[in-house]
């Protein structure tokens, strides 16, 4: 049995959700981004108190099958744009070969869930990205650019100015945390 878990963005996630399970003396086969598979259903009693354990961390219980399919396309882009280090793909390749889904079918369901397209996500994950690598300091904007598969820093600039209202440079001069939750965009 799946169980589909909206708000699981990170490993800490994973761990903090596999930690639920334990406490509820559930042994989940697998726990991974925005999926929990278990080998036997759960009763109403539960699923009733794991999605309190679920809410009280900041998580919540997916029962509608478009959203779950929604979350399954925002865990495959956090998961590729900021847990892997080549981030040279093409989201119009991965998804529909990751989910055996034609693209125009997730794209137009994403867009009329979220209010926005698979691509500007994928650009806002991004720029959350360039964030947070320009507030460690420790790589110049073209190892930046390169990382993230930008084709240029003037494109990652451009980009980068276009979401946040500033250049990389003016974000790093301000040396204020601008950035925003992974699961808040």
């Not at 360039?130 to 190892?143: A, D, I, P, R």
């Not at 440079?169 to 699961?183: E, M, T, V, Y």
Request: proline share 3%.
């Amino acid at each position: 049995m799946k169980i589909a878990i909206k708000n699981m963005v990170c490993p800490r996630c994973v761990q903090a959700v596999s930690q639920i399970f334990h406490d509820m003396n559930l042994a989940p086969l697998d726990v991974r981004l925005g999926e929990v598979v278990l080998a036997d259903p759960l009763t109403e009693m539960q699923q009733k108190d794991l999605k309190k354990r679920l809410a009280d961390l900041g998580f919540e219980l997916l029962d509608d099958q478009q959203q779950q399919w929604v979350e399954k396309i925002k865990s495959i882009v956090i998961e590729h744009v900021h847990q892997r280090e080549d981030n040279h793909f093409v989201f119009t390749d991965v998804l529909p070969r990751e989910l055996n889904r034609d693209y125009s079918q997730l794209s137009k369901l994403f867009s009329e869930k979220e209010g926005i397209t698979i691509e500007q996500y994928v650009i806002l994950q991004r720029m959350e990205k360039v964030k947070e690598l320009l507030s460690y300091n420790e790589l110049t904007l073209s190892e930046i650019a390169y990382k993230l598969g930008f084709s240029s820093v003037a494109y990652l600039s451009a980009q980068f100015k276009k979401v946040t209202g500033l250049t990389p440079s003016q974000f790093k001069n301000l040396g204020i945390n601008l950035r925003k939750p992974i699961d808040q965009l």
